[in-house]
């Protein structure tokens, strides 16, 4: 993460009134590893299970017992203008067509959150097309009907992505006060590939080409087209990328589904909840929330390592002393680039069972087994 883009804890305040993130405190950790250790296994025996625990321990402020149930996931929806410049395989109408599909139970989310006991809830955050009818799953936190062409100038105006962010964080407070104790992010969107490489090249100083995927399934041909429009995007959005200022540079090539899944996450820390971080698009939400406030990495699980080919190289770029006592390598290697939520939510079972390790195993003075010690 390049240091130089940052906000003071002043500027925070000012931005977002009332908003604290505590960073997850090394004592918390090392009491976890402590109490993870006596269990009746090896050491270390349960592997990144034990680093799970002793996250969710420290998350919670060493609060017991640790708790992941009820989750819920997010999924975020939104247009985007650059999808006029050809980057997609699939045409905008598909963004709506989803949203649908996902209110009516039939997407690929909707079976994996059912699977695996997460409610789910959709975002509308300014699909093309005006509103959508009332339905029980649906949240309307419209920003617009759809950004504007990011290889034209900005997505966004600063003060709309600002909005988008404190939507999230709203979003986020209210998920806890229903009583929600882990929270997933995912997004839907034709052309969010595009605008999630322009944030990764934008914050992370790394090159379209080397990282722009198909996406929705673009060809060899439209992959390089690609390239050569985020190439475009980052030219014309030069001062506001130059900025320093995340909030500028995320309004400039960002997405309305993407600055409120920052604001999600950055509203989950805020309540000391885990928040679990899809794939290629939330994983380029989570990288500019990250530099809004860096201290959110305590609180962020990443669930899976997208195929897309450029989510390795932007999770190598992030400074690894920002993890919050845990590996930056995602939990699942699965070949999986939908997006929607579907690696969070299958994560999701896994930090369940790092709480419940924590909670219910016996300890070698309780069992009455005797502890060899290296």
Do not use: W
């Not at 929806?77 to 599909?101: I, L």
């Not at 809830?121 to 799953?137: E, I, L, S, T």
């Amino acid at each position: 993460m390049d240091k130089k883009i940052s906000f003071t804890s002043a500027e925070l305040e000012a931005l977002f009134p009332g908003l604290r993130i505590e960073a997850v405190r090394r004592e918390d950790l090392d009491a976890a590893q402590a109490h993870l250790d006596n269990l009746t296994k090896p050491r270390g025996s349960l592997g990144r299970l034990e680093e799970l625990a002793a996250r969710l321990y420290a998350m919670s402020g060493g609060r017991l017992p640790l708790s992941v149930s009820p989750a819920l996931m997010l999924t975020v929806a939104g247009d985007h203008g650059v999808a006029a410049r050809g980057v997609s395989p699939f045409p905008q109408a598909v963004t709506r067509q989803m949203v649908m599909n996902f209110c009516n139970g039939g997407a690929a989310v909707n079976v994996l959150c059912r699977c695996g006991g997460l409610d789910l809830r959709v975002v509308d955050a300014g699909c093309a097309g005006g509103p959508f009818a009332p339905h029980p799953m649906l949240l309307d936190r419209r920003l617009g009907d759809g950004t504007a062409d990011m290889s034209r100038g900005p997505a966004m105006s600063r003060e709309t992505c600002l909005h988008g962010l404190r939507l999230g964080l709203e979003l986020a407070a209210g998920a806890a006060r229903e009583g929600y104790r882990c929270l997933g992010t995912g997004e839907m969107g034709i052309a969010n590939s595009t605008a999630g490489t322009a944030l990764y090249c934008a914050l992370l100083g790394l090159e379209p080409e080397d990282i722009t995927g198909p996406g929705a399934g673009s060809d060899p041909a439209m992959v390089r087209h690609k390239a050569g429009i985020v190439r475009e995007a980052l030219r014309v959005n030069a001062v506001a990328l130059a900025s320093g200022d995340p909030v500028t540079i995320l309004a400039a090539v960002g997405g309305f589904e993407i600055a409120i899944m920052s604001g999600i996450m950055l509203g989950a820390a805020a309540q000391r909840l885990p928040v679990l971080v899809d794939g290629f698009i939330c994983s380029a939400a989570y990288v500019a929330a990250l530099a809004i406030c860096p201290d959110l990495a305590g609180y962020a699980v990443l669930s899976h390592a997208s195929a897309e080919p450029g989510h390795g190289p932007a999770l190598a770029r992030l400074d690894s002393g920002m993890s919050g006592g845990m590996s930056g390598e995602p939990l699942l290697h699965l070949g999986m680039r939908l997006g929607e939520g579907t690696g969070g939510a299958l994560a999701c079972h896994l930090l369940r069972c790092a709480a419940a390790v924590y909670n219910d195993m016996a300890t070698f003075s309780s069992a009455g087994v005797e502890e060899r010690t290296a």
